[in-house]
């Protein structure tokens, strides 16, 4: 957990905009924090479930897990940059996207497959039934409803 200026302080610094000796204005503060906003609002829109608490000033907690910290910090640094005049590096594109593949696969909503609720006749065994051999169901109806070209009962 940590608060939003952490998460903008990061960014920042991995641009090399932010430095214990040379500190960014406060109006990039201000843009950074309002691109991370927006950026949190997306990644909600797109059904990725962080759990993150949206924060409404820069000093509020955003209770994220502590495996997305990174993939805030490459991910808002890339998208402020152009704002900034600065150029994100292609390490940091490439760490952005990976962490954002892993943040989908892990947080992203899994689609799943939809199944029909009986299957065709024949196409599986569904397993023994109550009265039933151990074998399991046959795939074929029972003798007193198979009949030959007469329609007299086939008994083996």
């Known amino acids: 957990m940590s608060t939003a200026l952490v998460r903008v302080t990061n960014a920042l610094t991995i641009l090399g905009s932010h430095s214990p000796i040379k500190k960014a204005r406060a109006e990039v503060f201000n843009l950074t924090f309002d691109t991370l906003v927006s950026m949190l609002q997306l ?89 039933q051999t151990p074998i399991g169901r046959r795939f074929y109806p029972d003798r007193e409803t198979l009949d030959s070209e007469t329609g007299v009962p086939l008994i083996p």
């Open 43 to 131: 990644w909600n829109s797109q059904n990725i479930g962080t759990g993150i608490t949206i924060p409404d000033v820069i000093g509020d907690e955003m209770d994220e897990p502590p495996q997305i910290q990174f993939a805030i910090d490459y991910n808002l640094a890339v998208t402020v940059a152009p704002y900034l005049q600065k150029i994100a590096t292609a390490e940091t594109s490439a760490k952005a996207m990976q962490t954002m593949q892993a943040m989908r696969s892990q947080f992203g909503v899994q689609s799943s497959t939809i199944y029909p609720g009986t299957l065709p006749l024949g196409s599986g065994n569904t397993g023994p039934a109550s009265g």
